[in-house]
């Protein structure tokens, strides 16, 4: 019987959340499935408090026929580590890398010795069609959507045309996880009404034009039928005894009678849940009546991604958002009780100090209950990548600086340090407003909380000074 060991190496970072990594616990999901044989051990490298010492040994005591790492890019150091740990005793052992590291940038994985394949975008069929033929003895399968070396070069072969039916796709694989584990460390959204929660994915894919982006999931818009996200939610509510969920959509609200509908559904249905969306909404194509229904159904949080807040930076980044319709939506969000987060980027190429400010005062002047300054890092792989290029600009090259985190890469018209000082200054005008304060106090879900959230204000303040 197969065995295959299938690890999300981590990093630690300054601001480290986590989240379950849904992406291989779909994928250990579609291949038992399809082979129903198989043995499948997943592991998680930082919430399970993992060296890759202890994933090294894991991995020599279970003996697998296949191992898949996936990574971020700011994870591949780690991700090269591991890989170069175990063929040094199983040298024979297939080694196939996934996730975003593998996908934006397929050639800086592929010069890696020890890794043998990759795997881009999507994984689940590509993986299910790869199993046997690496079982079989095959290191060179030209099958859509992977990648390998042929004499000695990288090698990448067609792409794979992304699901097109994810309703046909099974439900994370939540067994292969401990659950309660996720459920008592820093998550993604930071803030909770409910302890037990999980991440759910009822789309994928963004139709937007955003140049910092991505595009894992391609740019068509594809999402789950309304009863099979009802399905994966009630399965979660009543057998796992999960009460809050996480929606991490790229774009939960594209279709907006699609998600009425699946707020309509949650209520008819009984399920007394608590829901965020810690990965950002579209803000200007937000209506009232959505933010009624998604009131209704539970939600207490919702984050808007406004990124810029100058309207030449929306064009020059081609995100276009109607800044006058999502300020009127932070504050019919507010006033429906719904905390409202803002995501923010500065330091784009080209960007001056003044539209730099224009962002940072955008946050100060909202309605916004918490905010996430970021600070732009341009990815291999992305438009913005090649208009920092176009723009003469010197762009990051460590790869644990992949994170938004740090103001080191010299884009805008701002040195660094000056750019990382006013968004210091920001951060603390932001949350040391009184009537701010005194807002989030007001609608803060679990105050129990507000002793762990003082500490890190107090941490990134340090930090950023």
């Known amino acids: 019987m197969p065995r295959i060991f299938l690890v999300k190496v981590g990093h630690r970072t300054a601001r480290q959340k986590f989240g379950q990594p849904l992406g291989i616990m779909m994928l250990a999901a579609y291949l038992r499935r399809e082979m129903p044989g198989v043995e499948l051990k997943l592991r998680d490298m930082l919430p399970d408090n993992l060296t890759i010492a202890d994933l090294v040994r894991e991995i020599r005591d279970y003996q697998p026929d296949i191992l898949g790492i996936s990574a971020m890019t700011f994870e591949s150091e780690e991700m090269a580590a591991l890989a170069k740990a175990v063929k040094a005793f199983r040298p024979d052992l297939p080694i196939v890398a996934g996730g975003p590291h593998a996908t934006t940038m397929p050639l800086r994985v592929l010069a890696l010795p020890e890794v043998d394949l990759i795997v881009r975008h999507e994984g689940e069929v590509t993986f299910a069609e790869l199993t046997p033929r690496l079982l079989a003895g095959e290191r060179q399968p030209e099958i859509p959507g992977v990648g390998f070396r042929r004499d000695g070069q990288p090698y990448l072969t067609p792409p794979r045309a992304f699901h097109p039916d994810l309703d046909s796709l099974p439900f994370p694989a939540w067994d292969l996880v401990r659950m309660e584990r996720y459920w008592d460390i820093p998550r993604f ?277």
Request: aromatic share 14%; hydrophobic share 40%.
């Open 189 to 465: 959204g930071t803030a909770y009404r409910f302890r037990p929660y999980m991440s759910v994915f009822s789309s994928r894919a963004c139709p937007f034009n955003c140049t910092y982006c991505h595009r894992l999931f391609g740019q068509k818009f594809r999402a789950r039928s309304v009863p099979n996200v009802i399905e994966e939610l009630k399965i979660l509510y009543h057998q796992h005894g999960v009460r809050e969920i996480h929606f991490i959509d790229d774009c939960f609200n594209f279709d907006q009678k699609r998600a009425m509908a699946i707020c309509d559904r949650i209520v008819e249905e009984g399920l007394k849940i608590a829901i965020n969306f810690p990965n950002g909404v579209r803000g200007d194509i937000m209506t009232p009546e959505l933010l009624r229904k998604l009131k209704e159904a539970g939600t207490y949080r919702i984050t808007y991604a406004v990124e810029s807040g100058s309207s030449r930076i929306q064009k020059y980044m081609k995100k276009n958002l109607k800044l006058d319709r999502v300020k009127e939506m932070i504050a019919e969000t507010d006033r429906l009780g719904m905390m409202v987060d803002g995501f923010f980027m500065v330091g784009f190429p080209t960007e001056t100090r003044e539209e730099i400010q224009a962002t940072l005062n955008f946050a100060l002047e909202s309605r916004l209950h918490s905010a996430n300054f970021f600070f732009v890092t341009p990815f291999e792989g992305t438009e913005l990548w090649e208009q920092a290029l176009q723009a003469g600009r010197q762009v990051q090259a460590d790869s644990d600086r992949f994170t938004y985190f740090y103001p080191e890469t010299d884009l805008s018209e701002v040195p660094p340090q000056e750019l990382a000082r006013m968004v210091s200054r920001t951060f603390l005008r932001f949350y040391l407003n009184l009537w701010r304060l005194w807002r989030i106090l007001r609608l803060f879900p679990n105050k129990k909380q507000l002793p762990w959230l003082l500490w890190l204000f107090l941490k990134y303040t340090f930090k950023w000074n």
